[in-house]
């Protein structure tokens, strides 16, 4: 099995501070990993996926995140927060023992102050 | 081109109710999930179809759970005997390989009471 961690459930940023946003998984065996953001009152869509090439990952809007193995971790960072960023954000990650099968985390929600 | 729908957008029912929800994939995804996503909570596996393959239904949470695949379109995903801790918004996302993007519909929230 697998568990996903988005440590702090809100987030609040500066406009123009840097944003993190945390994830951790729980198993050893590298998987597909993915952030999707949930704008208000919008479905959920794909920000940017790891699997198994670049281990640093560009998105959309700027974001990006880096798959390090050794922490098991897949933390999103933006250089410079924009009002339009502020949204929930949620990890996913591959079960280990069946790539069809997606756990995700509990979702951080990023406020973004002017 | 059109995007994942689901209906209703709404459904609020008694307890002890069943009640049907309904996901329309995008045309020629071969894989649709069920996502449940409870108030405060991440979005919970549900059941994975892929293509004509048996689905994968280890997150169904009871028996009371179902959900088909008509011809590999369409799929409808049913509660019997609703309980209220089945109050969520339950997410229908569909892909073209499992690996790929995840494409959400909007949700069904379903409340009951």
């Known amino acids: 099995a697998q568990s996903v961690t988005q440590l702090g459930s809100h987030v609040s940023v500066s406009e123009g501070a840097l944003v993190l946003l945390r994830c951790n998984y729980s198993s050893s065996v590298p998987p597909y990993l993915f952030w999707y953001v949930q704008y208000p009152n919008q479905g959920l869509q794909l920000l940017l996926k790891?699997?198994?090439?670049?281990?640093l990952v560009k998105g959309i809007n700027g974001f990006e995140a880096e798959f390090k193995k050794s922490e098991t971790s897949f933390h999103l960072t933006k250089p410079s927060a924009h009002m339009s960023d502020a949204a929930e954000y949620f990890c996913a990650v591959s079960d280990p023992n069946n790539f069809n099968k997606f756990y995700f985390g509990s979702g951080t929600k990023l406020n973004v102050k002017p | 081109g059109a995007g994942v729908s689901q209906s209703p957008s709404n459904k609020v029912t008694e307890k002890g109710k069943d009640v049907e929800l309904r996901c329309d994939p995008i045309?020629?995804?071969?894989?649709l999930y069920w996502y449940r996503q409870s108030l405060g909570q991440g979005l919970e596996f549900l059941i994975y179809f892929q293509g004509n393959s048996a689905p994968d239904k280890s997150g169904l949470p009871s028996d009371r759970f179902s959900a088909e695949r008509t011809g590999g379109s369409v799929s409808t995903l049913t509660i019997q005997r609703t309980q209220q801790e089945d109050s969520a918004v339950y997410l229908c996302a569909s892909t073209k390989l499992s690996t790929d993007t995840q494409y959400f519909g909007p949700g069904t929230r379903l409340t009951v009471l």
């Open positions: 790891y699997t198994s090439a670049a281990t």
């Open positions: 045309s020629g995804h071969t894989a």
